[in-house]
């Protein structure tokens, strides 16, 4: 049987006093908490059989795969030996799961979403990463990025650090929109890779959030990828001003070419005071917690809405932290605030609407600061343990 390479992350099953084995975990297989059982993370590169496609699922061969935020958490450990990241995991499995290739075969009774018919091989796509049973209560109730069933690719189901994978037809996602837009398929590969981490800025900040009036103010708390990808579909929507607080210069400068209007550093002034300085005392309708650090960012965001003019603002928290928020109910109260969680990208045809927007021009390729090979996935997921220079680093597969 031929053979590929997998980016392997491993890990030991050792779980903390607190932690309580619950009815979604599988004892010593995966569980919801990763950060309370997974002990002294280790990467390595190794050799699998290449799958073949079930009834219902697709082969494709890779071809763009960016790192994560929460590969680097996952694979990175505290000084207690234990993974920082808190959500689902299971141990060992292949990293990767913001990814784009080219269906090798599909399975039986698989069909492509756009155009209806079979699989036959050589359609350009992405994928969710959330793979959504269908038939659990929150799935019943449109809400599959709760599923509780739910597994993940590059989490705790083989991911896309590897030459190829299989995937339930379901969760794929047609690329040919983005022909007109990229001539180089290169191009609609970087693209397709970015359609995951975008849609899950999309689903952040109108799913959950809500959206926006046109003329509305916004304020996205960290230049990471989901932050930075919330600039240019809220700018999108139509945003009077789009402030990022970012301390990173060269993440500030691309903010500013996705979308947004203003930056500001909040290491050099105070947040608060510079988003009300920025809206002429006004505040933001809609507040984005990208940064991983509620603790340090939240008494900011909840200043402005205290001390600005608008109201009903509404507070998203998309980034993943085991941290408590300080939160002031009074000033939700007064102020008709309100917070949000946003967990996902899957369903309300996010992936699609994310595709046809980048198709008419939203091109997030400038995300990608870095190309590497597979061989060097696992030393560049290391190094953004500690090194932010990087945007988006990207594993571009040979042919």
Sequence with gaps: MKKMRGVTLTAEWSPKPEFKLGAKDIDKVSTYLGSLVWKNPRIEIRDYDIPEPGPGQVLVKIKACGICGSDVHMAQAKDDGYIFYPGLTGFPCILGHEFSGVVVKGGPGTKDKVTNKPFKGGELVCAEEMLWCGSCKPCADGYPNHCERLDEIGFNVNGAFSDYIVVPDRCLWSLEPLRDRYKDEKDIFLAGSLVEPTSVAYNAVIERGGGIRPGDNVVICGGGPIGLAACA????????RVILSEPQ?????????????FVIDPTKTDFADEVLRLTDGMGAALYLEATGLPAIVYPGIEKAIWEGRT????VVVVARAEEKMPVTGEVLQVRRARIVGAQGHSGHGTFPRV????ASGMDMTSMITKKITLDEVPENIIALQTDRKN????CVMDE
């Design 391 to 394: 945007c988006k680093i990207t």
């Design 311 to 314: 109201l009903n603002s509404t």
């Design 249 to 261: 210069a060269d993440r500030a400068e691309m903010g500013l070419k996705l979308g947004a209007d």
């Design 355 to 358: 595709i046809e927007c980048m």
């Design 233 to 240: 579909i809220l700018k999108r929507q139509g945003a009077a």
